[in-house]
């Protein structure tokens, strides 16, 4: 603390299960190095200029249990004053956007977060710690070429990023601790980083050196460089950790070139970087994968918001479209008109009809339960949000969280009472299917694949349970009561008495007969 300045800021981490910053919970005011909270804009300067760092806090307060604390959100009170910060980071060289949260994981108010940062050269994040190791690499680029540079976590796979200007032109490596040497090369810059609308790229046509920083525990002893195959030399030291060789750059003005640094080290551990660098005045610049702009780029709370409302109008929808329908007519083959034909009967039958579109509505519009949200603060989650004591958090992963509801047990349940409902006006029960030779196998697939999502659904209320408490446990009605209907309903579907089938296709729900009939 005494040689070194700190800046730090919450994460979603750092705000579960947190009712309010004065939280005795909330270790963050009492370990943060800086002691802010809140979005803020620190200037460091220099005798050849200033530099902003803009700080973008969007961490949830209160910061309910997980897992509904993923997203961040932004209001328009903070989008506000990050302009303000926007507007004063004008006046410095360079300006650095930072937060825990991805782009793709905040939830910010028109016209996004992405727009007012387009004044900084990067937004540094972490968050979504390399995926599982999926994804050890995430950068990529806004439109409007401020490049988003997440970092892996330090707590798994501690990883840490050394960042450099040099003559305002942004350079930098991601490492690992305790691998050596360290090494970032700042000039001639990595071409796929660079940021033609901000960065004075000039500078690297009229230098006269390459420069590399070398960092080690032990003293560096070779700083060797290769341009295009060709070895240049080895560096000379310039002072601290800065390396320097010189270099004439008018032999690279055209096309893309490849640059290799190898440090040693009096120890005899070695370690090299390559990049590709580009002089050419029409700025040739390496682009980004797909996976990583999909990752970083996509605002998912309004993939995920969307496809959980296609994803809840079919499933409605079909269950209104077959119950109005006037005319259903018989004799058709082929498995699409199997389908409608499972569709009428149970759109068709009052109680599995009125079951399961309550049950779909009451997903789509909540409460999916009430409880303690926060220890000792109670609430409820909707699809479209969450309330805990007096507050509003807006709908994020809530949505993703509907979508896996829907996909794994609302439209299962309503397709397998279909394929048992088929199966019953067509003289079967439980017992003779599964003491048929020819279809026996296949009947006890689909039978173990709905006791699946059963247990899927039970195991959601052990969740629940378990995180938010006897409370919400006994008010769930998309948890804990949707597990008791979907076991009522399967148990109905194989016992109640069923309609005729020429009664349900003329339109009416028919007269109650035996399943023998």
Same mark, same amino acid.
């Given at each position: 603390?005494?040689?070194?300045?700190?800046?730090?800021?919450?994460?979603?981490?750092?705000?579960?299960?947190?009712?309010?910053?004065?939280?005795?919970?909330?270790?963050?005011?009492?370990?943060?190095?800086?002691?802010?909270?809140?979005?803020?804009?620190?200037?460091?300067?220099?005798?050849?200029?200033?530099?902003?760092?803009?700080?973008?806090?969007?961490?949830?307060? =209160?910061?309910?249990?997980?897992?509904?604390?993923?997203?961040?959100?932004?209001?328009?009170?903070?989008?506000?004053?990050?302009?303000?910060?926007?507007?004063?980071?004008?006046?410095?060289?360079?300006?650095?956007?930072?937060?825990?949260?991805?782009?793709?994981?905040?939830?910010?108010?028109?016209?996004?977060?992405?727009?007012?940062?387009?004044?900084?050269?990067?937004?540094?994040?972490?968050?979504?710690?390399?995926?599982?190791?999926?994804?050890?690499?995430?950068?990529?680029?806004?439109?409007?070429?401020?490049?988003?540079?997440?970092?892996?976590?330090?707590?798994?796979?501690?990883?840490?990023?050394?960042?450099?200007?040099?003559?305002?032109?942004?350079?930098?490596?991601?490492?690992?601790?305790?691998?050596?040497?360290?090494?970032?090369?700042?000039?001639?810059?990595?071409?796929?980083?660079?940021?033609?609308?901000?960065?004075?790229?000039?500078?690297?046509?009229?230098?006269?050196?390459?420069?590399?920083?070398?960092?080690?525990?032990?003293?560096?002893?070779?700083?060797?460089?290769?341009?295009?195959?060709?070895?240049?030399?080895?560096?000379?030291?310039?002072?601290?950790?800065?390396?320097?060789?010189?270099?004439?750059?008018?032999? %690279?003005?055209?096309?893309?070139?490849?640059?290799?640094?190898?440090?040693?080290?009096?120890?005899?551990?070695?370690?090299?970087?390559?990049?590709?660098?580009?002089?050419?005045?029409?700025?040739?610049?390496?682009?980004?994968?797909?996976?990583?702009?999909?990752?970083?780029?996509?605002?998912?709370?309004?993939?995920?918001?969307?496809?959980?409302?296609?994803?809840?109008?079919?499933?409605?929808?079909?269950?209104?479209? /077959?119950?109005?329908?006037?005319?259903?007519?018989?004799?058709?083959?082929?498995?699409?008109?199997?389908?409608?034909?499972?569709?009428?009967?149970?759109?068709?039958?009052?109680?599995?009809?009125?079951?399961?579109?309550?049950?779909?509505?009451?997903?789509?519009?909540?409460?999916? /339960?009430?409880?303690?949200?926060?220890?000792?603060?109670?609430?409820?989650?909707?699809?479209?949000?969450? /309330?805990?004591?007096?507050?509003?958090?807006?709908?994020?992963?809530?949505?993703?969280?509907?979508?896996?509801?829907?996909?794994?047990?609302?439209?299962?349940?309503?397709?397998?009472?279909?394929?048992?409902?088929?199966?019953?006006?067509?003289?079967?029960? /439980?017992?003779?299917?599964?003491?048929? =030779?020819?279809?026996?196998?296949?009947?006890?697939?689909?039978?173990?694949?709905?006791?699946?999502?059963?247990?899927?659904?039970?195991?959601?209320? %052990?969740?629940?349970?378990?995180?938010?408490?006897?409370?919400?446990?006994?008010?769930?009605?998309?948890?804990?009561?949707?597990?008791?209907?979907?076991?009522?309903?399967?148990?109905?579907?194989?016992?109640?008495?069923? =309609?005729?089938?020429?009664?349900?296709?003329?339109?009416?729900?028919?007269?109650?007969?035996?399943?023998?009939?």
């Amino acid at each position: 603390m005494e040689r070194t300045r700190w800046i730090d800021i919450r994460g979603n981490h750092d705000a579960f299960n947190i009712m309010s910053l004065d939280s005795v919970n909330n270790y963050y005011r009492k370990y943060s190095a800086n002691q802010k909270v809140g979005s803020f804009h620190y200037v460091h300067a220099t005798p050849f200029g200033n530099y902003s760092f803009v700080c973008a806090d969007a961490t949830l307060t =209160p910061g309910p249990k997980r897992p509904y604390n993923f997203f961040g959100i932004l209001n328009q009170t903070q989008m506000d004053m990050l302009d303000t910060f926007r507007a004063e980071s004008l006046k410095s060289n360079q300006s650095i956007w930072f937060g825990h949260y991805t782009t793709s994981t905040i939830v910010s108010p028109s016209p996004g977060v992405r727009e007012l940062m387009r004044s900084a050269v990067a937004y540094l994040c972490g968050h979504l710690h390399t995926l599982g190791g999926l994804m050890p690499v995430l950068h990529s680029r806004h439109p409007h070429g401020t490049l988003e540079l997440e970092l892996g976590d330090w707590m798994d796979n501690r990883r840490y990023r050394v960042l450099a200007f040099d003559h305002d032109l942004l350079s930098f490596s991601d490492l690992r601790f305790e691998k050596w040497p360290a090494v970032v090369i700042t000039n001639p810059k990595d071409a796929q980083y660079m940021h033609p609308d901000l960065e004075p790229l000039d500078r690297i046509r009229r230098s006269t050196h390459i420069r590399v920083l070398a960092f080690s525990e032990a003293t560096i002893t070779v700083v060797r460089v290769i341009v295009d195959g060709e070895a240049l030399g080895e560096c000379h030291p310039a002072g601290g950790p800065l390396y320097v060789l010189p270099w004439d750059p008018l032999r %690279y003005l055209t096309g893309l070139h490849t640059i290799r640094v190898e440090v040693e080290d009096s120890l005899g551990r070695s370690s090299a970087r390559e990049q590709h660098f580009s002089l050419a005045r029409d700025g040739v610049t390496p682009s980004f994968g797909f996976a990583q702009s999909f990752i970083l780029l996509t605002d998912h709370y309004v993939v995920g918001r969307a496809i959980f409302a296609i994803t809840m109008l079919l499933n409605v929808g079909l269950l209104l479209s /077959f119950r109005f329908m006037r005319h259903f007519p018989l004799g058709r083959a082929g498995w699409s008109s199997q389908a409608c034909m499972s569709l009428r009967l149970v759109s068709k039958v009052d109680h599995f009809f009125y079951s399961l579109l309550l049950f779909n509505l009451c997903t789509a519009l909540g409460p999916w /339960f009430i409880g303690e949200l926060i220890d000792g603060h109670s609430g409820a989650c909707f699809a479209f949000g969450v /309330f805990v004591n007096g507050h509003f958090l807006e709908g994020s992963l809530t949505y993703v969280v509907g979508v896996i509801q829907l996909l794994f047990f609302n439209m299962p349940l309503t397709l397998y009472l279909c394929w048992s409902l088929h199966l019953r006006c067509r003289g079967n029960t /439980f017992r003779s299917l599964l003491l048929r =030779p020819g279809c026996r196998w296949r009947c006890l697939a689909v039978h173990l694949l709905m006791l699946l999502l059963l247990a899927w659904q039970a195991h959601s209320c %052990y969740f629940l349970l378990e995180t938010y408490g006897l409370l919400a446990f006994l008010l769930s009605p998309v948890r804990t009561w949707a597990l008791g209907l979907g076991l009522v309903l399967v148990y109905r579907a194989w016992t109640c008495p069923m =309609p005729s089938w020429s009664s349900v296709a003329g339109g009416g729900n028919g007269k109650s007969v035996s399943p023998s009939s």
